[in-house]
């Protein structure tokens, strides 16, 4: 008996990998060769494709497709309907298979509802893609990236809450994480929770 959960109405595949305590919810199909971490969610609609990693702890909400060449760490979050793609110059009647770019989505970050994450591209830890926004670039970690196409608006903590930075530092006001800017990037000083 699995030790995962797959609603009646999806489809796992043969030679997909799915880890302990993972929920698979209505009409989704997991394909081979797909590797789904422990204690995932994906949601209704949700299609996950061949060579694709999920890491643990990873949520993906309703009507995601995760195209070859994507990779998600431990603990991204997937808002509703958020889009990646998989080829810069895609047509129908030209097979670009072996022009698939890679995409990498680094743990913890968040990417909102209705966002594009054209393919790539690396989204930095903790990043926070806001909803609707078009990612057509890397993105540093802990940053907040919204609009078309997106730009850097600021921070982000680990926790989720916006940073506001001075001077070069920042401290969290819902958990008291502290960081420091330097260069247009953000990094961890310390966690209270144990993590950096």
Sequence with gaps: MADYFVHESSYVD???????????????????????????NLGQNVVVMPRTRLGNDVKVQNNVSIYEGVTLEDEVFCGPSCVFTNVINPRSHVSRKAEYKPTLVRRGATIGANATIVCGVTLGE???IGAGAVITGDVPAYGLMVGVPARRIGWMCQCGVRLAVEGGRAVCGACGSK????S??????DHPGGTS
């Design 14 to 40: 043969d030679g997909a990998v799915i880890g302990a305590g993972t929920k698979i919810w209505h009409f989704s199909h997991v394909m081979p060769g797909a590797i789904i971490g422990e204690r995932c």
């Design 126 to 128: 903790y990043a926070f």
């Design 179 to 182: 960081y420091s800017e330097t």
């Design 184 to 189: 247009g990037r953000l990094a961890p000083i």
